[in-house]
């Protein structure tokens, strides 16, 4: 798979997570077949939340289950799940933390096109 099939088909498994539910990074690059670039699905979805993008970026948190703390995006990620009816809790240190057990979206296998179908995003 090359760079622009990879970023298509993160691009469009972000567009497939269900309102009120989060996955990870890691989970996404799984499904794209990738396990290993689990940090290059990060940067993409950072880049994401850079961006004027339509897709649903805020819906992919860390393997973990922490909000990212990129800056101002931390917050605004914050404030687009709570808004959506996901309930974010402060950790022991501070950190933005949603609970997988309630609010994850983890699918074993779902059909991703590698196809972007648009120019104006990153996929092409």
Do not use: Y
Request: hydrophobic share 40%; glycine share 10%; aromatic share 8%.
């Amino acid at each position: 798979m090359d760079a622009a099939q990879f970023n298509a088909s993160v691009f469009n498994l972000v567009h497939m997570i269900p309102s009120q539910k989060v996955t990870s990074c890691g989970h996404i690059a799984r499904l794209v077949g990738a396990p290993n670039q689990a940090r290059r699905v990060n940067e993409l979805v950072k880049h994401l939340g850079q961006t004027s993008s339509s897709a649903p970026w805020h819906r992919v948190i860390s393997t973990s289950g922490i909000i990212a703390a990129h800056g101002d995006l931390g917050t605004i990620q914050r404030s687009a799940l709570e808004e959506e009816g996901v309930f974010v809790r402060n950790g022991i240190l501070g950190e933005s933390r949603v609970e997988f057990r309630q609010w994850g979206w983890f699918p074993e296998d779902v059909e991703v096109l590698s196809d972007s179908g648009s120019d104006d995003e990153w996929g092409a």
